[in-house]
C-alpha cells in the first residue's frame, strides 16, 4: 500500500468540479509541499501543480491544490472530457529519505 | 528545451539484470537531478533512486536498497540504472524524471521503458 491515501476513483459530469484528496502523516505532506501529477492513458504522467498550489506554464487555472496540515487536495473545476485522466500526489518523506506517492485516483468524466 | 531520452524495452528471465539509460539531449545535463520511477501494469507509480550527476550524490528507495544502483556516466551524459535479481515483480514501466533539486518536484519525464520478467 501506499504511503499516501488517495480515493482510488472520482467522477463528476461535465462542468462539474471535483475534489481529488491525500492524505499523509507528519513526516510527508506535514513536513513538506505537494505536488500533482496527471496521467493520460499510455502517456508519462506530467506535473499538474507544484509546491502544493502553484501551476507550470500551460496549466490551466481550473486545476487548483492546497495544503492544510498533513492532507493536500487537488480541486479540478468546469470538468472536461479531457480531465479524464489518474491523478497522482506525490512528495518527500523525512524519515523514508525518499519520495513518496499516493495510490493515484482515476477521475472519469461521465 | 531538454528532452530525456530512454533506452529501449527489454525482457529478462527471473534472476537476471537490467540496464536502463536515460540521456538528456539539448541543454547541459548536470545542473538536473534525475529519478528514476516505476509502473507496474495497471498500478500506480514508485519512486525507486535519485541521483544528482554534478556529485555523484545517490538516494534509494528501502524496498530497492542493494538491488539497484544509479550512476552517471560523463562520457555519455547518460544516467544508468541497474535493477538485479529480477523477478515478474519487476515488470514494470520505468521513467526517468528530472528536477532543478534533491527536494524539488521532478517536472521533466522521459518516455519511459518497458522492462518485461518473464522465464
Known amino acids: 500500500q501506499s504511503v499516501l491515501t488517495q480515493p482510488p476513483s472520482v467522477s463528476g459530469t461535465p462542468g462539474q468540479g471535483v475534489t481529488i484528496s491525500c492524505s499523509g502523516s507528519?513526516?510527508?505532506?506535514?513536513?513538506?509541499?505537494v505536488n500533482w501529477f496527471q496521467q493520460l492513458p499510455g502517456t508519462a504522467p506530467k506535473l499538474l501543480i507544484y509546491?502544493?498550489?502553484q501551476r507550470p506554464s500551460g496549466v490551466p487555472d481550473r486545476f487548483s491544490g492546497s495544503k492544510s496540515g498533513t492532507s493536500a487536495s487537488l480541486a479540478i473545476s468546469g470538468l472536461q472530457s479531457e480531465d479524464e485522466a489518474d491523478y497522482y500526489c506525490?512528495?518527500?518523506?523525512?524519515?523514508?529519505?525518499?519520495?513518496?506517492f499516493g495510490g493515484g485516483t482515476k477521475l472519469t468524466v461521465l | 528545451q531538454v528532452q530525456f531520452i530512454q533506452s529501449g524495452a527489454e525482457v529478462k528471465k527471473p534472476g537476471a539484470s537490467v540496464k536502463v539509460s536515460c540521456k538528456a539531449s539539448?541543454?547541459?545535463?548536470?545542473?538536473?537531478?534525475l529519478h528514476w520511477v516505476r509502473q507496474a501494469p495497471g498500478q500506480g507509480l514508485e519512486w525507486m533512486a535519485l541521483?544528482?550527476?554534478?556529485?555523484?550524490?545517490?538516494a534509494y528507495a528501502q524496498k530497492f536498497l542493494g538491488r539497484v544502483s544509479v550512476t552517471w556516466d560523463t562520457s555519455t551524459s547518460t544516467v544508468n540504472m541497474d535493477l538485479s535479481s529480477l523477478t515478474s515483480k519487476d515488470t514494470a514501466v520505468y521513467y526517468c524524471?528530472?528536477?532543478?533539486?534533491?527536494?524539488?518536484?521532478?517536472?521533466?519525464w522521459g518516455q519511459g521503458t518497458l522492462v518485461t520478467v518473464s522465464s
Open positions: 524524471a528530472a528536477s532543478n533539486g534533491w527536494y524539488a518536484v521532478f517536472e521533466q
Open positions: 539539448g541543454n547541459t545535463f548536470t545542473n538536473f537531478h
Open positions: 507528519f513526516s510527508n505532506i506535514g513536513s513538506n509541499t
Open positions: 506525490a512528495t518527500w518523506d523525512d524519515t523514508l529519505k525518499g519520495w513518496v
Open positions: 509546491t502544493s498550489d
Open positions: 541521483i544528482n550527476p554534478t556529485y555523484g550524490a545517490t
